[in-house]
């Protein structure tokens, strides 16, 4: 089947200028009745789904190399009127996936420190939704939506389509396209604007397995064409 990228619409022109073509997602969307049912509804918003961009400590992800691209992404939702939210990571001091706790990461991202601001030249629209993850000591989150609101956001704000971007492909990115699948919105990767702690052989495959689940690797060009 063609896959089509997707266009963007505005809430505010009435939905004609919505997505005439979905890209036919796998899975939920695949068969005739549900692509109707999406079709029924292209006049609701589309919403835009960032996952953590903080300052990656210990310099494993050359994350800088993606906020241009995601400044363009971000100009362009927030020009169709379209909502951003963001997730971070936002641990306790003693974070349980801390080496120190005998978890596999250094100290990253601990709440209310510079270390879990999101970088300085990321221009986050001003009424972005901020998503705080793995706040709890005990537990931690890769997905967005884990033990967060963000599924209740967007489902309040009628999305039914996520554009997923940030750090790290093979954790944050592929658990939170992997929860926002079951949680059936229409997914769509930017995948020019991910990157993998391990670049040689994760990315790949992360991208390889969030595709398998029907999910939709898109660019900017694609998209703002
Ligand atoms: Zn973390």
Request: hydrophobic share 40%; aromatic share 8%; glycine share 10%.
């Given at each position: 089947?063609?896959r089509?990228?997707?266009?963007?619409g505005?809430?505010?022109?009435?939905?004609?200028?919505?997505?005439?073509e979905?890209?036919?997602?796998?899975?939920?969307?695949?068969?005739?009745?549900?692509?109707?049912?999406?079709?029924?509804?292209?006049d609701?918003?589309?919403?835009?789904?960032?996952?953590?961009?903080?300052?990656?400590?210990?310099?494993?992800?050359?994350?800088?190399?993606?906020v241009?691209?995601?400044?363009?992404?971000l100009?362009?939702?927030?020009?169709?009127?379209?909502?951003?939210f963001?997730?971070?990571?936002?641990h306790?001091?003693?974070?349980?996936?801390?080496?120190?706790?005998?978890?596999p990461?250094?100290?990253?991202?601990?709440?209310?420190?510079?270390?879990?601001?999101f970088?300085?030249?990321?221009?986050l629209?001003?009424?972005t939704?901020v998503i705080s993850?793995?706040?709890?000591?005990?537990?931690?989150?890769?997905?967005?939506?884990?033990?967060?609101?963000?599924?209740?956001?967007?489902?309040s704000?009628?999305?039914v389509?996520v554009?997923?971007?940030?750090?790290?492909?093979?954790?944050?990115v592929?658990?939170?396209?992997?929860?926002?699948?079951?949680y059936?919105?229409?997914?769509?990767v930017?995948k020019?604007?991910i990157?993998?702690m391990?670049?040689?052989?994760?990315?790949?495959?992360?991208l390889?397995?969030?595709?398998?689940?029907?999910?939709?690797?898109?660019?900017?060009e694609?998209?703002?064409a």
């Open positions: 089947r063609q089509r990228c997707p266009r963007l505005s809430r505010r022109d009435g939905g004609d200028a919505v997505i005439q979905h890209a036919a997602p796998r899975g939920r969307l695949a068969d005739d009745g549900a692509c109707a049912g999406f079709r029924a509804r292209q609701h918003q589309l919403d835009l789904v960032f996952v953590v961009l903080q300052r990656a400590d210990g310099g494993a992800i050359a994350g800088d190399e993606v241009p691209v995601l400044n363009r992404y100009k362009l939702f927030h020009s169709h009127g379209l909502p951003v963001s997730t971070r990571d936002w306790p001091a003693d974070h349980c996936s801390f080496q120190l706790r005998g978890g990461w250094p100290p990253h991202c601990i709440a209310a420190t510079q270390g879990a601001a970088p300085a030249r990321l221009h629209p001003p009424d939704f993850k793995a706040t709890a000591r005990e537990k931690d989150a890769y997905s967005g939506f884990d033990n967060t609101e963000l599924d209740s956001l967007l489902k704000a009628g999305a389509r554009f997923i971007g940030g750090l790290a492909t093979e954790y944050c592929l658990n939170t396209v992997k929860d926002a699948m079951r059936h919105y229409a997914v769509f930017l020019d604007v990157r993998a391990d670049i040689s052989s994760n990315h790949g495959r992360a390889e397995e969030m595709r398998s689940l029907g999910a939709t690797p898109i660019c900017f694609a998209l703002a």
